[in-house]
């Protein structure tokens, strides 16, 4: 079988073009309702000292030489959060950023290793006015390329009705039949056997050295993302605070963190949530964090002190994460990320005189 034709060449440019013209029109789109409603536009720098703390994600690591010729270890940042959170706490209020981010072991058709990231804060907002944004942000982008509705592989979603919002506890229960907030304690405490029993009785594989996260993943990827965002947006809301290492807990149950994610046509698009401003236990989480990383995966990344520093003087805050190429993809039509990215990054596979 011949292999593709690289991006660059004119006939495959031809057909993406006009993906990328429309991603040009929404970008400047969303641009402009930003500043609509006095958002400052910022730019993060990609190389930080630490590249974030949730075990799964995976950075791109490198060093900056000093000129004794001494080595400090950086990383491409998977996330201007760190940045725009110190952005908060020395005295902005709305900040919008689109940053290039950079994530490791990721690529396939709504996976890229560089992508671009629209992050949003409001300070002294809750999260449920990043509810409205989303659901805006959907109508907009559709709207700026005349599309009626979102698609991705067949798949559809009406970017104009106001989307669904259902816990993760009624997600589990209406698609699993899983009681989840019973393996939760009234601290937050998780009990991983108490999940684990929920799993069988629901005909769901369960592994012996399965964590309560492992099997909380296991019915989200396999029973619930499933089922969302299917003829409108889903709002996925009211995550674990095990789950949710950068949200703090809802006021009405300490179970719970204010964290949501935004899905159309069974794609996650966005993540938000009611910021955590309590360094102490940031601490803790980014360590517990770590400590599953190490066990996964045999490697950390440094905690950056200067954030941690930063969110005792930092607001209460939400703030929105959004998969800004996918958003492009429902709004054209588009099938594989790289179609909505202007320079994708070479396949490692590719060699000269042939490709893989």
Known sequence: M??????????????????????????????AYFAARDFIEVDTATLQVSPGNEAHLHAFATQAVNHDGSRVPLY??????????????????????????????????LHHPEFTMLEWYRAGETYEVLMRDCADILGLAAETVQAKQLTYRGAKADPYLEP?????????????GIDLIASIDRSGETDR???AESLRSAGLRVAQDDTWADLFSRVIVDKVEPNLGFGRATILYEYPVA???????????????????????????????GELTDAAEQRRR????????????????????????ALDIMPE??????????????????????????APVAETSERRGGRA
């Open 2 to 31: 011949p292999a593709a034709s690289p991006w660059w060449t004119p006939d495959v440019h031809a057909d993406r073009r006009g993906f990328l013209l429309g991603r040009n029109r929404i970008q400047a789109a969303l641009r």
């Open 76 to 109: 491409l940042h998977t996330s201007p959060e760190f940045a725009c959170k110190k952005l908060l706490a020395a005295g902005e209020q709305r900040i919008a950023c689109f940053a290039h981010v950079y994530r490791n072991r990721e690529r396939g058709p």
């Open 164 to 176: 669904e919002r259902i816990t993760v506890a009624e997600a589990f229960e209406r698609f699993a």
């Open 193 to 195: 056997e108490r999940l």
């Open 243 to 273: 789950e949710a290492a950068l949200a703090r807990p809802t006021p009405h149950d300490a179970r719970v963190a204010e964290r949501f994610e935004l899905y159309a046509c069974g794609v996650e698009l966005a993540n938000a949530f």
């Open 286 to 309: 980014f360590t517990m964090e770590m400590a599953e990383k190490s066990r996964v995966y045999g490697e950390t990344y440094p905690l950056d002190e200067d954030f941690l520093d």
């Open 317 to 342: 805050a939400s703030g929105s994460a959004l998969g800004f190429d996918r958003l492009v993809m429902l709004a054209t039509g588009a099938t594989r990320i790289d179609q909505v990215i202007w």
